[in-house]
């Protein structure tokens, strides 16, 4: 069985550093910002020959039971709970603070496996701090360095150590096999405080992301993997995404890209709008960023418990019909995520359009289709005062649907014929809601190179 490893320390001891070593890559957002990250963050990671799932936790600070801090404590509890090893990471610069102590009696409480990193620890001067971290009573401490890669092999010896165990050497073999295909990317986004962590704890059942009044708790594209009515997910909550021109703050910057990028990486975007705030022009750029990038994509009416329905629906469809012209037929649902309902049709949805935008469409009713859009109203004149000749049409690609046309004479065809032609392809094979690609390519004089 994989070995589960979390990270916990106090505020900027260099966490999301060591997560980012471990997994390989730039996953979690680093800055020098104490408390960047907020939620508890997995990712699979590799040392050496060892597997590992790696945890990254907000940084411990005391605060009032009412108070972000508590609930992002409660986040870092419970990914204690899930681990079998927890990484304990001190700063070797500053020394032993009263939090490292405060937090160290906290997890000795949940008789884990701990295992001390005195981080930040690339030079002779941080010693005294590494002898100072045995009152801490988890052991030795490693001398480390999540920024430069130094005592990698120490913290190896002691994870090889745990995952040998005989009651870790258990193969996961009671898990179900049923769901073996890879998990359908699924992507939350929106503008900040609609309600896409409250969905998202919704989805999962149970209290996985943090959530609350505050706009802007979510700084990080977190991943979590569920199974629902039998489908593998990959369900990435985001943070809120504001109009570029607002954001002028180094951190918000990069949320945005990593949120960004998360979107773009998905299979199936939900957009979460605020039933109270349909479709502004924040949520219309990130809609058609999402459709520009080829990705499936649902709206989500979320707070429609305490909607001013009928306006809210009015505005939506006139703003569809206006604004998002590119992909007709956008599912849209209604919900309510605080009070789960309506979530059943939300993920409806999401397979539905999730199956579209994997079509590909037989040779033989694609080129019926051709012949008969070509009968019905033939393309116009281009710009040699000649009619051009559209010769036949094969599909690319799927994951979105994409088509070549070939044209002996293509240049002049208009804008609007090619909007035609999809529009018609879209409602003649059901591709509603979905991105289509539709290119024309010219073909080569067969007898051009012959004397």
């Known amino acids: 069985m994989v070995l589960k490893v979390a990270i916990i ?66 986040q870092t509890q419970k990914a204690i709970t899930e681990a079998d090893v927890v990484l304990f990471l001190i700063d070797a610069r500053d020394g032993l603070q009263p939090y490292d102590e405060h937090l160290a009696n906290l997890v000795r409480q949940t008789g884990k496996k701990v295992i001390l990193l005195a981080n930040k620890c690339e030079g002779k001067l941080q010693e005294d701090s590494i002898f100072e971290a045995y009152k801490l009573g988890f052991g030795q401490p490693i001398a480390f360095s999540a920024e430069h890669g130094s005592g990698m092999q120490d913290l190896y010896d002691l994870l090889k150590e745990e995952s040998d165990k005989p009651d870790k050497v258990a193969a996961e073999e009671s898990e179900s096999e049923e769901n073996s295909d890879k998990p359908l990317q699924l992507a939350i986004v929106g503008r900040p405080n609609v309600g896409k962590s409250t969905l998202v704890n919704a989805l999962l059942n149970e209290d996985r992301m943090l959530t609350g009044p505050e706009a802007g708790v979510t700084r990080d594209a977190i991943s979590n993997e569920f199974v629902y009515q039998g489908r593998k997910i990959n369900l990435v909550d985001t943070a809120g995404l504001r109009r570029h021109s607002r954001v002028d703050d180094g951190l918000e910057k990069m949320s945005a890209a990593a949120t960004k990028h998360a979107a773009f990486m998905a299979q199936v975007v939900v957009l979460v709008l605020d039933a109270d705030g349909v479709l502004d022009k924040q949520d219309l750029t990130i809609a058609r960023q999402v459709l520009d990038e080829g990705r499936a994509l649902v709206i989500a009416l979320n707070k429609w418990d305490i909607a001013d329905r009928k306006q809210a629906l009015d505005k939506l469809n006139y703003k569809l019909k206006t604004s998002l012209t590119q992909a007709e037929g956008i599912p849209t649902v209604t919900i309510s995520a605080l009070k789960k309902e309506n979530l059943d049709k939300l993920m409806r949805a999401v397979f539905k359009i999730y199956d579209r935008w994997n079509t590909r469409i037989p040779t033989s009713p694609l080129n019926q289709w051709f012949a008969d859009i070509l009968d019905n109203n033939p393309p116009p004149l281009g710009k040699n005062k000649r009619r051009i000749k559209l010769k036949y049409i094969t599909q690319a690609k799927s994951r979105p649907p994409a088509f070549y046309i070939f044209s002996s004479n293509p240049e002049g065809l208009p804008d609007s014929y090619l909007r035609y032609l999809i529009n018609s392809l879209r409602d003649t094979f059901d591709l509603g809601g979905i991105p289509i690609r539709m290119t024309v390519r010219k073909t080569g004089n067969p007898y051009a190179d012959k004397n």
């Open 9 to 74: 320390g106090r505020a900027n001891v260099g966490k999301s550093t060591l997560f980012n070593r471990l997994v390989g890559r730039k996953v979690a957002i680093v800055h020098d910002r104490p408390g960047v990250t907020r939620d508890r963050k997995s990712a699979d990671a590799k040392i050496r020959d060892l597997p590992i799932k790696i945890i990254d936790t907000a940084g411990y600070e005391d605060a009032d039971a009412d108070a972000i801090e508590t609930r992002m404590w409660a």
